[in-house]
Each structure stands twice: as structure tokens, then as C-alpha cells.
């Protein structure tokens, strides 16, 4: 690894990934930017179609097909992983990237014995012999706390449960140590308990063998005590980047604020009325025009519908993309305009009903 | 824990349904069975909503779809209103099941693809509504405003057209067109987005007050259970660990199961300190071969000798409060009753 400990590990700038559908360009992931440092944990949250697959992906130059259309940077190490020919590509997935899918299930070939998926990977990048692949891959097993590992590596993936299915794709990302791991929702098909031990396992594997993790989810709780940084998407793009700390403590994207809002949490008491977020996500064909977040958001103003806002990033490294953040004045005061207008997705956020669709033009401020 | 017992029951009388020691058991080859549920006993009061939790295979859908006879449980009782429904006939229980409703999971295989969705919602009441097709129609309308969907732009199209959010929706309102006392919901938000669950958790309550609804919910999200849920069971392996009241089980869980569900949730916070170095080798037991006495007791942190021989029995730890388990978390010198 030539970079120190000053340059960032990954540089991810400007990236772009459209599809061409029948429909029309669908925008997935529309002008991305972030590093990240060597042993550095990333989060990536936002909801389902904001796009925080479709970048790990394209980062990994996993989006195949005709109709894809990916742009910008993504520098690893000096080399940048989108226009890398992929014969190299498959040298540094693996051995400096790997990856850690949703569904072990479907990730792990169902046909071939976990011994031989983990051991594949490790006789390939580190050509060793039979055995030594062998004693790897039990280690590798016994690292990632499988009980009774011989037996585990001879067994077949459906002879094992989801989370010890999820812990055999962990240990075959780890096999060659890797520098960088991504983890796309790595939990979210496990129970509670199983997620607490998988990525309490993550942590753990990272610190031990420094390396940097990017963890995707949907689930704040999975990010809060697990992650340095934290970088919250919304129809492709960055709404809010900041560290994990002060996007808790100091959320300033009335989207980062809703989610936040809408969790229901252990510590309020039974029938607590949850803050929903009126209507759902756009559509990536078709998107309003203005800021993406505009006909959801309880604060929103004619500028918000007509001029989308720019990521600004504060002294401490806080970027928001949001014309009137949370926690300003000029937020407070759009607040009162929007309830005294009696505006949809203000109502009801203000009065916790459930609006499903907030009609796109209501332009104007509501009324 | 995971014990057996009845004393978390109360009076027959003030409760609409009541489960009585329900065994449900799966035979598989060479004539060994999955034990899926094996002697759990609930009760669901008019009005009340029961959260049922636990973890995926620990028998909750199960417990709770026997209670609509889907399918009927090997051996046990289940009465509704009185009557005992293990012991209907065919036509009596298909009768009974219509005040007897049921959400799942995955909103959009629950819905038929290929039809539209007036049909869908039409469907119970062709069987057993108004014959009248004006009637339906109207019902149908009023049951898709009711959820939060434009009858005028849904009825004609077909679910692939309607996201996640908006099928649950759908589904919940053929749950309610034949007007049901009881709604079996099994995990009806684990599929949606955050903001999305936030709205159907805040519309089920509002339909359960506006039509005086009894609500069964299961999920595997203890803050989601606790948001709806009046009275909240713990499962663990086909078996009840703790019954108490919401609030009461979230402040001071006795069972040590509830413990570790709850120190394992997470929590969006970040001043919550988490200890990585907590990584258990466990895994949860075969129901095929379930351990003797108490069947948490292979993942417990306080079990000794007498959980591996003595199956605990459900007492009291407080008002309406019950826990299964030999060395409940909380102080045993409040349960007066209970002889060692």
C-alpha cells in the first residue's frame, strides 16, 4: 500500500451510475464524492432506491449489462477503479477489495462445500498448496467464531443457518486481507441477536486487521455505534456527510431528521404517535424538479421547488445539501410559514397523520 | 425459561380469544418431529393489541396462525367469544374465520399479480358479502379510502403498480372489507422502508380505535412491537419466556432471553457504548431436538444444574408481569406465592 495514513484510502469523486430503461434514464447514483481513510468505518444509510447499493457496486464494477452508463472517479490506491480493464479488476477484488452481501444465501454457490468457497479464493490469490489452503480456511472459519469448524467446511451452505451462512461470507472476504470490505446490508435478512454478533464480528475483524469498512444499510441503529463517518443518501445523492456523532447529535437535513424521527425506539413509551415521512421516494425517471427531497419535506419553500441546493460543508466537516437546515432560524421561520399555510407534509409531520401521496405540484408554498 | 404454565392468563371471561396449551408439531422423515410450538398458552382481550416476538423459527407466526386454524394446532385449545374452534366443522370454522383476518409479511406476494385491485379487495365479499355489485363496490371504495389509497385511480390497476407501502395498505384493507373483530398481523412492516412503517404503525392504530379492532401483532423489531402492542409475549424455541405488559417488559425485563433481545437491538444513538467484543459462538437449538428443562438454558449466561432438569413455570414477578425462568432478573422476593 503506497498511501499514508494522510491520503485517503478511497477516493470515490463525482461518480455517476444511470441506467437506460425503456422509461427513461433512470439516475441511481447522480454525482457522488467522498474518501476514505485507511481503517475507517463508512455508513452509508437511506432508504430503499437512494442508491447506496448502486454505488458500492459501482465502486466494485459490479453493475454489468449494456445499459449502464457509469462516470467519474473512484481512485484506490492511486488507480482508478472505474476505467481499470477488468482483468486487473480481478486481482483487487478479493485480495484489496472484498465484499460482504445481503443474502448469504444467494451469495454462496449452494452446490459446492463451504470448505472449498473459502479455500478457492486463497489458492487462487496466494497459491498455496491443498493443504495449506485447507488449514487456512479452518482458521479463517475458527476467526469468525464457527463452532465445530471442521465440520463447518465440510458441510454444504444450506446445512447451516443464515447466520452462520452470513459468517462463511465474511470469512471468504477476509480470506486474502483485504484492505478495504464492503458491507451491502450484511444483517438485514438476520435476526436481532444474529446482527448483534455479525457485526460485532465485523468490528472486530476490522480493528484486528485494519482495514477500512464501508457498511450499507437502512438502519441507523446498525450505523450509530459502529461507524466514524456517515453519509446519508436520498435519490442518489449526498443530503447529509458528516461524523457519526454529529449526525445524531447535530442533524442538520430535515431527510436525516425524518428518519431519525420515524424509528420507533425502546425507550418511548407504548403507542407513542411516530413522526411518519409524508409520501415515499421519487421517481428516479421522473424527478422533481428543484431539491429531490422537496414534495416530503416539512420545511420546504418555492426556492426548495425550483433550485436544488448545493452540498455546503461547514468548518467541522458537516456537509448538507438543504437550503434551510435544521436547527437555523430561517428554518424555524419556514416551519411556521408551511403550518400556517396548512401544507400537506407539514400537517403531518405536525400532526402525525399519514399522507401517502403528496400531489408534485403543489408548487407555491402549499395553499 | 421458555417454559410452560398458564397463570399469565386471565379470566375467560373478559377475553375474546384464548389459546390454551397449543402443540404444534411437523413430522419429517424417520418419524422425528419439528417442535415447533410445544404447550404455549395466550390470551388476547377485546380491544387489546398482543405483540408476539422472537426470533425467526422460535414458532411465533405459527402459534399465531393457529389460532385461525391455519392449521390447526396437533393438540390444544383455542376458543373465540366462547366458542372452541379446534372442535368446528368445516362449514362452522369457515364462518368463524370471517370475523378472523390476517395481514402477512411480503405485501406484494400476498396480492395476486394478474388482478386488478378492486378485485382483490372484492374478493371476501363475493364470498360472503352483499351480493349486490353496487354494494361491494361502495364497501370496497370505503375501505381503500379508509387505508390512504385513491379508490378512483387504484381500482383498475394491478399491484405491480403500487410500491411496497402502498400493497400493505391494499392487503389491509381486504383484511377489513368483512369487518373482523380480530387481525392477525404477521410481520406487516419488517419488509418497508423506515418512513414507510412509521405511517402503516400510526394507520393500524388509527383503524384499530376507528373500528374496534383486536390486534395480534408479531415482528422481530422489539421498538416496533412496543410502539403498538398493549400486552407483549416473548418466544424463544416454541415455547414462552415473558408476558407482561409493553412498558413494564422494556423497563425491567425478568427473563434473561428479553435481556439479551433487548441488548441486542439496536439503538440509533451513538453515545450508546457498543462492546464488539461480545461475539457468542451460539446458535439457537434444533426444534427437533429442543434441550431438556428450560430451553434458553444452552445460551444463557445463569444457567445451572436445575435449568437443564426442571422446566420453569410462569409466576408472577409483578403485576401483570409473568416470566418463565428459575433466576428471573428481577428480585423474587415480590413473588410472595412462589415456593422454590
Known amino acids: 500500500m503506497t498511501s499514508t495514513r494522510d491520503e485517503p484510502l478511497l477516493s470515490v469523486q463525482g461518480l455517476r451510475t444511470h441506467f437506460a430503461l425503456n422509461a427513461g434514464l433512470l439516475k441511481a447514483v447522480d454525482g457522488v464524492t467522498f474518501d476514505l481513510r485507511a481503517g475507517q468505518t463508512l455508513g452509508i444509510v437511506g432508504e430503499s432506491g437512494s442508491g447506496k447499493t448502486v454505488l458500492s457496486r459501482s465502486i466494485m464494477r459490479l453493475n454489468l449489462g449494456n445499459n449502464v452508463e457509469t462516470s467519474g472517479k473512484a481512485l484506490f490506491d492511486g488507480k482508478d477503479l472505474l476505467s481499470l480493464p477488468m482483468n486487473q479488476m480481478t486481482n483487487i477484488w478479493g485480495q484489496e477489495i472484498a465484499m460482504v452481501f445481503q443474502d448469504p444465501m444467494t451469495s454462496l454457490n449452494p452446490v459446492v462445500k463451504i470448505g472449498r468457497q473459502v479455500s478457492e479464493h486463497v489458492r487462487k490469490h496466494l497459491s498455496l498448496s491443498r493443504r495449506e489452503a485447507r488449514e487456512l480456511a479452518v482458521q479463517l472459519l475458527k ?91 436520498y435519490a442518489g445523492k449526498i443530503v447529509e456527510q ?27 413509551p407504548s403507542h407513542t404517535r411516530l413522526a411518519a415521512i409524508a409520501g415515499r421516494p421519487p421517481n428516479l425517471i421522473t424527478m422533481p424538479s428543484g431539491c429531490s427531497f422537496s414534495p416530503r419535506c416539512p420545511y420546504a419553500q418555492e426556492r426548495c421547488f425550483e433550485e436544488e441546493p448545493p452540498l455546503t460543508v461547514t468548518k467541522e466537516g458537516h456537509a448538507t445539501a438543504c437550503w434551510y437546515q435544521v436547527g437555523t432560524e430561517a428554518n424555524r421561520a419556514a416551519w411556521d410559514k408551511n403550518l400556517a399555510a396548512g401544507r400537506p407534509a407539514t400537517l403531518a409531520v405536525a400532526e402525525g397523520q399519514v399522507i401517502d401521496e403528496v400531489p408534485i405540484d403543489i408548487g407555491a408554498g402549499g395553499a | 425459561m421458555a417454559g410452560s404454565g398458564k397463570a399469565h392468563l386471565r379470566d375467560p371471561g373478559d377475553v375474546l380469544m384464548r389459546a390454551e396449551d397449543l402443540v404444534i408439531e411437523f413430522p419429517i422423515s424417520r418419524g ?98 352483499p351480493r349486490n355489485d353496487a354494494e361491494q363496490t361502495e364497501l370496497v371504495d370505503a375501505m381503500l379510502e379508509a387505508v390512504g389509497i385513491d379508490p378512483a385511480l387504484a381500482r ?77 409475549a416473548v418466544m424463544y424455541l416454541g415455547k414462552l419466556c415473558e408476558v407482561s405488559e409493553s412498558n413494564d417488559l422494556y423497563a425491567t425485563p425478568a427473563h434473561p432471553y428479553t435481556e439479551l433481545l433487548l441488548g441486542s437491538s439496536p439503538v440509533p444513538d451513538p453515545t450508546s457504548a457498543v462492546d464488539i467484543t461480545m461475539v457468542e459462538e451460539g446458535d439457537v437449538p434444533s426444534p427437533i431436538d429442543p434441550p431438556s428443562g428450560c430451553r434458553f438454558r444452552t445460551r444463557c449466561a445463569y444457567a445451572t444444574e436445575r435449568c437443564a432438569q426442571e422446566e420453569p413455570m410462569m409466576r408472577e414477578v409483578s403485576q401483570d408481569h409473568f416470566v418463565a425462568c428459575h433466576h428471573p432478573l428481577v428480585s423474587v422476593a415480590e413473588t410472595a406465592e412462589v415456593s422454590a
Not at chain 1, 160 to 189: H, K, N, W
Not at chain 1, 206 to 222: F, I, N, Y
Not at chain 2, 176 to 190: G, H, K
Open chain 1, 143 to 233: 476467526s469468525v467464531r464457527i463452532p465445530e469448524a471442521e465440520v463447518a467446511y465440510s458441510s454444504f451452505p444450506h446445512e447451516l443457518s443464515g447466520g452462520m451462512r452470513q459468517r462463511v461470507s465474511i470469512a471468504i472476504a477476509l480470506a486474502c486481507g483485504p484492505q478495504l470490505l464492503f458491507a451491502d446490508e450484511p444483517t438485514t435478512a438476520l435476526d436481532v441477536t444474529v446482527q448483534h454478533q455479525i457485526l460485532n464480528l465485523l468490528g472486530l475483524q476490522q480493528s484486528e486487521r485494519d482495514m477500512a469498512m464501508v457498511l450499507v444499510t437502512h438502519d441507523l441503529g446498525v450505523v450509530a455505534g459502529r461507524t466514524d463517518e456517515i453519509i446519508v443518501m
Open chain 1, 242 to 268: 458528516a461524523s457519526t456523532h454529529q449526525i445524531f447529535q447535530n442533524t442538520s437535513h430535515p431527510y436525516t431528521e425524518a428518519l431519525l424521527r420515524s424509528i420507533p425506539k425502546t425507550d418511548q
Open chain 2, 32 to 129: 422425528r418431529v419439528v417442535n415447533a410450538v410445544s404447550g404455549v398458552s395466550l390470551d388476547v382481550k377485546q380491544g387489546e393489541t398482543l405483540g408476539l416476538v422472537g426470533e425467526s423459527g422460535c414458532g411465533k407466526s405459527t402459534t399465531a396462525k393457529s389460532l385461525i386454524q391455519l392449521p390447526p394446532p396437533t393438540s390444544g385449545t383455542v376458543s373465540y367469544q366462547g366458542t372452541e374452534l379446534t372442535s368446528l366443522d368445516d362449514e362452522a370454522l369457515r364462518n368463524a374465520r370471517t370475523d378472523l383476518q390476517m395481514i402477512f409479511q411480503d405485501p406484494i406476494s400476498s396480492l395476486n399479480p394478474r388482478r386488478k385491485i378492486g378485485d382483490v379487495v372484492a374478493e371476501p365479499l363475493r364470498v360472503w358479502g
Open chain 2, 156 to 232: 383498475d390497476k394491478r399491484p405491480h403498480e403500487f410500491s411496497g407501502g402502498q400493497c400493505q395498505r391494499i392487503s389491509i384493507a381486504r383484511a377489513l372489507v368483512l369487518n373482523p373483530q380480530v387481525i392477525i398481523c404477521d410481520e406487516p412492516v419488517s419488509a418497508l422502508d423506515v418512513s414507510v412503517q412509521a405511517q402503516i404503525l400510526n394507520m393500524l392504530e388509527d383503524l384499530k380505535s376507528q373500528y374496534g379492532l383486536t390486534l395480534v401483532f408479531i415482528a422481530h423489531d422489539l421498538a416496533v412491537v412496543k410502539n403498538i402492542s398493549d400486552r407483549v
